[in-house]
């Protein structure tokens, strides 16, 4: 069975704080998404990588910074949080030419 | 803009009822189309639907895609409390990533 796990399920932060979400996949998959989730919007992508130490911007990627240094983990980086950044974080990993993208439970942040 | 539209927002049934959720979009460069079902955790594959008119179906859940019309439908019949989830609808927009774009999700509430 496909594993992607994150690093905690809920977290507070405050306003300006650097966060770190971590991202780990046991299935070996070249691609890593990092998605918001709100209410009404939907699943949103903010970055994805489909290599190691190359990424790119999705559709929200601003005040967001993502790394990837080994092919089982990817970070996304809140430089400095905003009450706006509270929002359920999901991650997901699938193979370079995959339909199908394996979802983590979701961290749920708050900034206050 | 790629665009994918789910409807209803939210729906709330009784057990045995029979609910049909609706997705339609506007993509370029379509390739496949994808639901997934969200309880409190991480949202778990359901069907991925490439070709016009031809069912896919798993126990009371079935699926359907019109790459005509533009749309997809997700039917579950004598619906039970288990089924009370978020239902994403997700379509890969063919890049070569994998990329795939949400409709908001149809919000399904099963009462006893």
């Known amino acids: 069975d496909v594993k992607v796990t994150q690093s905690s399920r809920y977290l507070v932060k405050r306003t300006g704080e650097k966060v770190f979400l971590e991202c780990v996949q046991d299935?070996?998959?070249?691609?890593m998404f990092w998605y918001r989730q709100d209410p009404g919007l939907g699943l949103r992508l903010i970055y994805f990588?489909?290599?190691?130490?190359?990424?790119e911007k999705g559709d929200i990627p601003e005040g967001y910074s993502v790394s990837r240094e080994k092919k089982e983990r990817f970070s996304l980086i809140l430089e400095s949080a905003s009450t706006n950044q509270t929002s359920m974080y999901l991650c997901?990993?699938?193979?370079?030419?995959?339909?199908?993208?394996?979802f983590g439970p979701g961290t749920r942040l708050t900034v206050t | 803009e790629d665009k994918v539209v789910q409807s209803p927002l939210s729906l709330v049934v009784h057990e045995g009822d029979t609910v049909t959720l609706n997705c339609s979009y506007e993509?370029?460069?379509?390739?496949?189309l994808l639901w997934y079902k969200q309880e409190k955790k991480a949202p778990t594959f359901l069907f991925m639907l490439?070709?016009?008119?031809i069912e896919k179906k798993s126990g009371r859940l079935s699926s359907i895609l019109d790459k005509k019309e533009l749309f997809s439908i997700l039917n579950i019949t004598a619906t039970q409390t288990g089924d009370s989830a978020i239902y994403l609808c997700a379509v890969n927009r063919g890049t070569s990533y994998g990329k795939l774009t949400f409709g908001q999700g149809t919000i399904l509430t099963v009462h006893p």
């Open positions: 993509v370029t460069n379509f390739r496949s």
């Open positions: 490439t070709s016009s008119g």
């Open positions: 299935m070996d998959h070249e691609n």
């Open positions: 997901a990993s699938s193979f370079l030419s995959g339909n199908e993208q394996y």
């Open positions: 990588s489909y290599d190691v130490k190359m990424k």
